[in-house]
Structure formats: C-alpha cells, structure tokens
C-alpha cells in the first residue's frame, strides 16, 4: 500500500478563523474500497460520513429505466444523474449548520457531475480535499466475487466496475491517489495521519 500525491497543495482547503474546514471526498471505482476505508476514516476523525449511495437509492429507482440499467450494469442518463447530485449539495449546507468537517463517499468519475460536489463542499464548508481509491483489478475481481455486498446499490458491481472504468474522467485538480491492494485497516490508518498532517484539522 502506498500513496502519491499529485499537485498537491492547500489551494482547495478553506481556512475560517484559522481552522481548517473542509469536505474530504472519497472517491473510487466498484470495489476499489473506497466506502469501507471512507467509513473508518470518518469513525477515525469523529467526523460526520455522507454516503452518496443512499441519495441514489431513493433517486434512481424513479427513472423509468432503472430495472434494466440495474441489470445490465447501464449507467443512468444524466438528468437522472444530475437529480442526484443538486440533493446531495443541499444536503451539505444543512450539515454544515453543524459539522465542519465530513467525509463524502462517492465515485467521482466523471467531471461534471464531481464539480458541482467540489463546489458545494467549497461553497458551505470552505474547501475540500480529494482521495482516489486505487485498487488493482485483480484485488477488485476478487472483493466483487468474494464479499456479500446486502442491500448495496449495485446487483452486478463487476459490470458497473467496467462501466465507471471506461465512463472515468481524469481529474485536472489536486488529489491524492490512495493505493489500496492490501488491508483496509492499514491504508486508512496511514491515510488518518496524512490528512491529520495535511490539514491540521482540530477535531
């Protein structure tokens, strides 16, 4: 397990009063264990974990196409998509009336969709900060087919896997990459302390 971090620096961190308030998004494909490290990560800070998954669930079942989609590992039109996003910035100015930190637990594949999450959080919170999940294929195969995944979003991950990998839209911001092939106990605890240090959040 490693990191790299890739133009790095504080331009997207917002500072009120001299503390660091921000967003850290979680981001990653099917299987890449973003969800299970952006959980310990929030439990880790004593901060507040929005999944973005719940907003689809409620979201996406009321596309027409939503059976099919789920079936054949189709991602959703993009107004369907949009719907889902315009929620979840309302939802982060209500949190933000009483948390100053989050973490949010989302994909983040694609560009547009992303922006408009990246200027909520800088828009209600100060700023954000952005880890990808990276995670071999062969690891991701292997969690896929493996792991009980109950009452998650998706039916078929591995097709959605390959969905979101061909969908994926490089980022042009500062992130940092997160290599997770090995323990999830051992990458968010490393993860903890370069974001402990990066930030200096007082939680």
Known sequence: MSFKTINLGIGSLGIVDEVFVMVIFMGGLPGAGKSSIARSLA?????????????????????????YNM??????????RLKVFEKVVEDLKSLSERNEHLVVDESLHLKKLRQILFDGAKAHLGGYVIVWIKTDE??????????????????DPMKMYHSFAKEFEPFHESYIVCENNGSIGETT??????????ASLRI
């Not at 079936?71 to 369907?80: L, V």
């Not at 690891?139 to 792991?147: D, G, H, Q, S």
């Not at 993860?191 to 402990?196: A, G, N, V």
């Open 43 to 67: 439990e880790k800070l004593s901060i507040h974990y929005y999944d973005v998954d719940e907003v689809k669930k409620v979201i996406y079942p009321q596309d027409p196409d939503f059976d």
């Open 138 to 155: 062969q690891v991701v195969e292997e969690r896929l087919t493996n792991k009980e995944r109950t009452g998650h979003i998706l039916t």
């Open 71 to 80: 079936e054949h590992g189709i991602p959703f039109k993009a107004q369907t």
């Open 189 to 198: 605890e490393k993860l903890y302390c370069l974001i402990k240090n990066l």
